[in-house]
C-alpha cells in the first residue's frame, strides 16, 4: 500500500475552505527566542493535532482550534488563520465527522474513522 502524500497549503495562497474540522493538521510557526548571549534566534516549530472547530470563515478574524494530547493531557491551541508567523500548514489525514464543531473529543475515547485524501 502506497503512502499517500500530505497535502500542503502555503500561507500565501491559503484557502480557509481547504481546512475542516476533523482534519488533522501539522501547523508551522515561526518561533523568535534569545540565546544565552541575549541574541534573537529565530526557528519554525511545528504543531501537530486535530482541528475540532473552525470559526468565522474567510474573515480576517477567522481561526481553527487544534487540539493535541501530549503525555496524556489534552492540549488546545487556537491558531488566527491569517497569523504572519504562520509558515506552512500540512494536511495529513482527513477523519469522518457529523459536526461542525468536535468538542465532544475533548470526552471522547475512541478513534475517529479515517476517510482518503484526495
Known sequence: MAKA???EITMT???P?????????????KI???NSKGEEKERVQYYEG?????KHGQEAGGTITV???????GVEKIFPLKL??????EIKKQ???KRAKLYFLRNYNKKLKEVSIA
Open 5 to 7: 502524500k500530505a497535502k
Open 13 to 15: 495562497k491559503i484557502n
Open 17 to 29: 475552505e481547504d481546512l475542516k474540522p476533523g482534519m488533522t493538521v501539522r501547523v508551522y510557526q
Open 32 to 34: 523568535k527566542e534569545l
Open 50 to 54: 486535530i482541528i475540532i472547530a473552525k
Open 67 to 73: 487540539r493535541k494530547v501530549s503525555d496524556g493531557i
Open 84 to 89: 504572519p508567523t504562520i509558515t506552512k500548514i
Open 95 to 97: 477523519a469522518k465527522v
